[in-house]
C-alpha cells in the first residue's frame, strides 16, 4: 500500500514570496490534515478535510495561508505572502476517517521550507 | 485546552538497555493516543495507537501503556538497538480528529 505523498520535499524562497505545497492522501482515505512543525517542537494542526470539505481550520493563519482538496482525493496547501516565521516542516497525514472510532493518522515524509 | 508533555526532553542510554519514556497530558477525555518515531529530517511513522478502552498496546520491543484517570503514557522499549534512535513523539486525541503533540524525547542508543 502506497503511503502519504509529498512535493516537494525542500524548498527555499526570500520573505514575501509564495509557495504551495502538494499531498497525495492513502487511496481511499476521506480525511486529510496539515500539519505545521516548528524545529524542536510537535506538530500542530492548521487544517483538517472530510473529502472535499473543511472540518476544522481554526489554527489556519488565513490571512495568508489557504489549502484546498478540490476532487476529494490531493490536497494544495499555499502561503501567501512567506514569513520569516513560517519556516517550518510542512506534514500532511491521512486517515480513514474521523471521529470516536479513532482512526489511525498516517504522514507523509513532509516538506521542510526555510525562508530567508 | 489539552496540554501534552513529554518527559525527558533527550536521553541517551548504551545498547541493550531497557527504557521508559513518558508522556503526560491535561485533559483525560480523550478518544485514542499513538506514538511515533521520527527521524531526521523525515517525516512521522506511527509506532501504536492505544484506543481510551485499552490499558495497553505491544509490537515487537515496544509497548506502550495509558492510564487516563492519571492522564499517563509510557512507551516500554526492550534491548534498545542504535537503530531505535530518533525523536519519539507522543499525541493525544481529544475529539476524534485533531491530534495534539508533545514536544518530544530525542533518543539516542549508542553501541
Given at each position: 500500500?502506497?503511503?502519504?505523498?509529498?512535493?516537494p520535499?525542500?524548498?527555499?524562497?526570500?520573505?514575501?514570496?509564495?509557495v504551495?505545497?502538494?499531498?497525495?492522501?492513502?487511496?481511499?482515505h476521506?480525511t486529510?490534515?496539515w500539519?505545521?512543525?516548528?524545529l524542536?517542537?510537535?506538530?500542530k494542526l492548521?487544517?483538517?478535510?472530510?473529502?472535499n470539505?473543511?472540518?476544522d481550520?481554526?489554527?489556519?493563519?488565513?490571512?495568508?495561508?489557504?489549502?484546498?482538496?478540490?476532487?476529494g482525493?490531493?490536497s494544495?496547501?499555499?502561503?501567501q505572502?512567506?514569513?520569516?516565521e513560517?519556516?517550518?516542516v510542512?506534514?500532511?497525514a491521512?486517515?480513514?476517517?474521523?471521529?470516536?472510532?479513532?482512526?489511525?493518522?498516517?504522514f507523509g515524509?513532509g516538506t521542510?521550507?526555510?525562508?530567508? | 485546552?489539552?496540554?501534552?508533555?513529554?518527559i525527558?526532553?533527550?536521553?541517551?542510554?548504551?545498547?541493550g538497555?531497557?527504557?521508559v519514556?513518558?508522556?503526560?497530558f491535561t485533559?483525560?477525555a480523550?478518544?485514542?493516543?499513538?506514538?511515533?518515531?521520527?527521524?531526521?529530517?523525515?517525516?512521522?511513522?506511527?509506532?501504536?495507537?492505544?484506543?481510551?478502552?485499552?490499558?495497553?498496546?505491544?509490537?515487537?520491543?515496544?509497548?506502550?501503556s495509558?492510564?487516563?484517570?492519571?492522564?499517563?503514557s509510557?512507551?516500554?522499549?526492550?534491548?534498545?538497538?542504535?537503530?531505535?534512535?530518533?525523536?519519539?513523539?507522543?499525541?493525544v486525541?481529544?475529539?476524534?480528529?485533531?491530534?495534539?503533540?508533545?514536544e518530544?524525547?530525542?533518543?539516542?542508543?549508542?553501541?
Open positions: 500500500e502506497a503511503g502519504v505523498a509529498q512535493s520535499r525542500y524548498k527555499i524562497i526570500e520573505k514575501r514570496q509564495s504551495a505545497f502538494w499531498c497525495n492522501p492513502i487511496s481511499g476521506a486529510l490534515y500539519y505545521q512543525q516548528i524542536g517542537q510537535g506538530p492548521l487544517i483538517q478535510f472530510q473529502n470539505g473543511v472540518v481550520d481554526s489554527q489556519l493563519p488565513k490571512d495568508r495561508f489557504s489549502a484546498e482538496r478540490l476532487k482525493v490531493d494544495t496547501l499555499k502561503i505572502p512567506a514569513k520569516l513560517d519556516s517550518a510542512y506534514l500532511c491521512s486517515s480513514l476517517d474521523w471521529g470516536p472510532d479513532a482512526y489511525e493518522q498516517y515524509p521542510r521550507l526555510t525562508v530567508t | 485546552k489539552q496540554e501534552v508533555t513529554q525527558p526532553a533527550a536521553l541517551s542510554v548504551p545498547e538497555e531497557n527504557l519514556l513518558n508522556c503526560s485533559d483525560s480523550i478518544y485514542n493516543l499513538q506514538w511515533f518515531r521520527q527521524d531526521p529530517g523525515k517525516g512521522l511513522t506511527s509506532l501504536l495507537l492505544i484506543q481510551s478502552s485499552q490499558r495497553e498496546q505491544t509490537s515487537g520491543r515496544l509497548n506502550a495509558l492510564d487516563k484517570s492519571s492522564g499517563r509510557t512507551l516500554y522499549i526492550a534491548a534498545s538497538q542504535p537503530g531505535d534512535s530518533a525523536t519519539y513523539l507522543c499525541a486525541n481529544p475529539s476524534g480528529s485533531r491530534l495534539t503533540f508533545g518530544g524525547t530525542q533518543l539516542t542508543v549508542n553501541p
